[in-house]
């Protein structure tokens, strides 16, 4: 009953959100910032999602958040802090209803099968920082079961931060990077601990629809976001390492209580 209890108003939102963030996008309008932000809160408050933040999103622009990622409710936590972008799998525009979603987002698709995808995914993801946008980059590439870190791929965070100085001269500013670490610490008010937080968690070859329906039947979830300080990584693997060990170091903090 709860599940459908949060269902309805959503989809509700979702039908009077659509139209007007498509003509926000077709317009160009400033409002095509402003439309998701409210949609990921209404969405956060309807499912029962509690976002604790230690640190916040960095002042500078143009910025890429590289963050760690857990579940599919990722995308309405961090949508719901600050207008931004994310980079996600191709596979994921052809999905039914959430594939639209994900356009109206903004949101840059990288075909992980062509070599020659890098490129044009890190010019986009340049054009969408060049514009003021924020862009969110999964650098695990998958989702983990929210207990781990998985190994950063480094390939974007290079190809976005030169792609930013194409044509804008020696002289033109470097993406700003910034570790995030995601942590989903609680549910219904108590821990989740390393052996209850994959309940939360939707990665490996797990069916959308189940898991999404058994997390509205239980919401008050409660998520940690840690922003760590801006890197001065030279070159993508310096950059990559350090997101990487930082990212790490913050979700070990979290999950523990015991920050580092």
């Not at 931004?84 to 990288?110: D, H, M, N, Y």
Request: proline share 7%; net charge positive; hydrophobic share 50%.
């Amino acid at each position: 009953m709860r599940a459908w209890l949060v269902l309805v108003p959503v989809a509700l939102v979702t039908l009077i959100g659509l139209p007007l963030q498509w003509l926000s996008i077709a317009l160009n309008l400033p409002t095509r910032r402003v439309i998701p932000l409210i949609y990921h809160r209404i969405l956060l408050a309807l499912i029962g999602v509690r976002v604790t933040l230690h640190g916040a999103p960095a002042a500078t622009r143009p910025l890429l958040i590289v963050s760690n990622h857990v579940s599919w409710l990722d995308i309405p936590v961090l949508g719901a802090q600050l207008p931004l972008c994310f980079v996600a799998k191709s596979e994921v525009a052809r999905w039914p209803g959430i594939g639209l979603l994900a356009k109206l987002q903004r949101t840059v698709f990288v075909d992980r099968s062509s070599r020659t995808a890098t490129a044009k995914v890190a010019g986009e993801m340049a054009a969408r920082m060049k514009d003021g946008d924020p862009v969110v980059l999964f650098a695990e590439g998958t989702s983990s079961d929210g207990n781990k870190i998985l190994p950063f791929r480094s390939a974007l965070i290079g190809a976005a931060r030169h792609a930013m100085a194409e044509g804008e001269g020696r002289d033109a500013p470097a993406a700003t990077i910034q570790p995030l670490a995601i942590a989903y610490i609680g549910q219904a008010g108590i821990p989740l601990g390393r052996a209850r937080r994959p309940l939360v968690a939707w990665y490996g070859d797990m069916d959308l629809v189940p898991h999404l329906m058994a997390l509205l039947r239980q919401g008050a979830i409660d998520v940690e976001l840690h922003f760590g300080p801006a890197l001065d990584g030279a070159n993508r693997k310096s950059a990559s390492a350090e997101a990487e060990a930082s990212v790490r170091r913050m979700l070990a903090g979290a999950l523990t209580g015991r920050p580092r």
